[in-house]
Each structure stands twice: as C-alpha cells, then as structure tokens.
C-alpha cells in the first residue's frame, strides 16, 4: 500500500510538530504500508504553524508543506489536502492531537472492503455547545440528504483518491464540505465502512468549529448544497 497522510492545521504551532513526528514514527513502523507521504496543510495561519511545517519539510524526505495565505476553512484545507496527495490511498486526520494515530492501523484494516473508511468519535471530548452544534447539522443531513453514518464531522477518515475525483466538484465550505463528498460517494455507490476512535481532550490552541460565524455560515450552505443536489 502506498498512502498519503494529511493535516489541516491553522495556527497549530503548540502542536503540529509532534502530530507529525508522531505519525511519522507511526507510518515508518508499519509493514503493510510501502510508501507514504505527510503533507501539512497551512490555512492561513498567523501563528509559526507555517514556519514549523516548512522547517520539518526541510529535514524530513516524506513530508510536505502546503500553505494557504489567507485562510479558507476547514473545507478548503480538505481539498487542498486531497488535491495534493499522490497515492491511492488518503487519510487526513486533526492536528490538534485529539486523535491518536496509530489507529489508523484499524482503518487499514478495512481497505479491502469500502473505498471509504470513516472514524466515529468515542467519548467525544469537546464542549456541550460543540457537540450539540455537530448532532443538529448530523440530524440535518439525515433529514435532508438521507446520509446515515455516525459521526460525518470526525477529523479521521481514510479514503481513496478515486472518490474524491467522482465527486467533483465539491462546492460546499466548512463542515459541508464533508457531508457533500458523503452524499455524492454514497450516490455513486462507493462502499463505506465505519471505525470506532479514540477522542481526547485539546491540550493546546483554540478550537474555531463552534464558532457564531462558523455556525450559522455551515447550516447556510447546507441549505444551499440540498437546493443544488435535490
């Protein structure tokens, strides 16, 4: 297997390098996986993430940097991150470090039998107004779009670069941004399957998914989307 990792990062500079090395130590370790490569998304970030991606590029033959200078949301740093990767395979994961990554070793796992493998969060470690915000846009799409999976929002998720090219082209921002390659996968009958992960609490930097203007802006291109996909 030939995989490609990614991290959408915006201002992450208290933990980005770890995330990294650790994955990196992670991916080297791993007997099924023959080549990878590690691509740290900057999205604008006004912090020294960019600094600290770009000095780990420099030392580092399997990572990456890729910046954007103003920033473009979660969104755009998922499509920019799927545009970038080369290889078959892509699993994109927080940057933060709420997630572990050596689980990725049970999506792995599932590889053999959906073309998209998806995270569900356990014990999700993130504040009330956070979680209620994700459960309201998830009862959404079910509503709207039918999209029946877990937990769409989960920061981790292994998919294969064949989807994300049937998909095109993906117009939603922010947390649509995922909900519309869901719906458009699972309309052209691409497999899925769902893995429980392990959640844990921030440790540093400032969350921005429950923010007012990021709200309101996501349940407004969720309308949008459904009038353009109906």
């Not at 604008?44 to 920033?71: C, F, M, P, W, Y």
């Not at 993906?170 to 399957?193: D, W, Y």
Request: positive net charge; glycine residues 8%.
């Amino acid at each position: 297997m030939k995989l490609s990792v990614f991290f959408p990062a915006f201002n992450e500079e208290q933990s980005i390098e770890t995330t990294v090395r650790r994955a990196l130590g992670i991916l080297r370790g791993l007997g099924k996986v023959e080549e990878f490569e590690i691509i740290v998304v900057n999205d604008g970030s006004t912090d020294r993430t960019g600094e600290i991606a770009d000095r780990l590029a420099s030392k580092i033959s399997e990572v990456r940097a890729v910046h954007h200078q103003a920033n473009r949301g979660y969104g755009g740093a998922l499509k920019t991150g799927f545009k970038e990767a080369q290889f078959k395979w892509i699993a994109f994961t927080d940057s933060d470090g709420q997630f572990d990554f050596s689980e990725v070793t049970k999506f792995l796992d599932k590889t053999d039998e959906a073309d998209l493998v998806l995270g569900y969060r356990l014990g999700r470690a993130d504040s009330t107004l956070r979680c209620l915000c994700t459960w309201g846009w998830s009862l959404l799409a079910r509503i709207i779009f039918g999209l029946s999976v877990r937990d769409y929002s989960c920061g981790f998720k292994l998919i294969k670069r064949e989807v994300f090219e049937a998909v095109q082209p993906l117009v939603g921002e922010e947390k649509v941004t995922q909900i519309e390659l869901l719906v458009k996968a699972r309309r052209k009958g691409f497999k899925f399957a769902e893995i429980g992960v392990h959640h844990y609490p921030r440790l540093a930097g400032i969350q921005t998914g429950a923010n007012s203007h990021v709200v309101l802006k996501s349940f407004h291109d969720l309308l949008a989307l459904w009038r353009r996909l109906r």
